[in-house]
């Protein structure tokens, strides 16, 4: 059974129709691609999926269980974690605590602080930065910490989006070698790129997005 599945899904703005009738899975432990123009209904998309924005038609399955219409928060607790465009930090907090905000949802304070270390193994630069503020970071560390962050809550699904932003080419791979080894330790992950990046995400299908409209590239 895959691990999630978007069934004919609809999202409106009004009258505007940003996603319409969107259907794809994600196995276990399966990293696909998202890309399109600026506009397309990538990141509307993933929001649906996480209960940030409603829908109005279809249905989001997340292990067999529908999602769709729960907050967001109980969407998190069930295993699935959103990395936003933009990052959205805490900006003046430090990097550990964004770190332990992303695992609010977790009681167990000693697995707490092994989330926190194990996202830090990822990106040892963040090891280096704890006490620093987030606003002190490189934009580039910035995005290693936001999607550090959505980490620490040990998701089963992890949701990109654009995670290279701000990045320069090289430390762009290296985090898709880091979203590459996401498989390995039971993790799927569905990442939206811009059209220039999606070749380097480690995906093994690739959709584009057109209009509101998903077709497989």
Sequence with gaps: MPLLVVDQIDVAYGPIMAVAAA???????EIVSLTGDSGAGKSTLLAAISGLVPTQAGEVRYRRRSITG???????????GHCPQGRRLFSR????????????AQRDTWQLRRDISEACELFPILGTRMS??????SAAEQQMLAVARAMVGRPRLLLLDEPST?????????LFDVIGSLTARGIAAVVVEQVGRVGMVPAGRRWIMEQGRLRLM
């Design 23 to 29: 259907s794809f899975e994600v196995a276990e432990a």
């Design 70 to 80: 729960l907050p967001p928060h109980a969407i998190v607790r069930l295993g699935i």
């Design 93 to 104: 907090m430090t990097v550990r605590e964004n770190l332990e905000l992303g695992g609010y």
């Design 132 to 137: 620093r503020p987030a606003t002190a970071l």
């Design 166 to 174: 701000g990045m320069p080419q090289p430390i762009a791979q290296q």
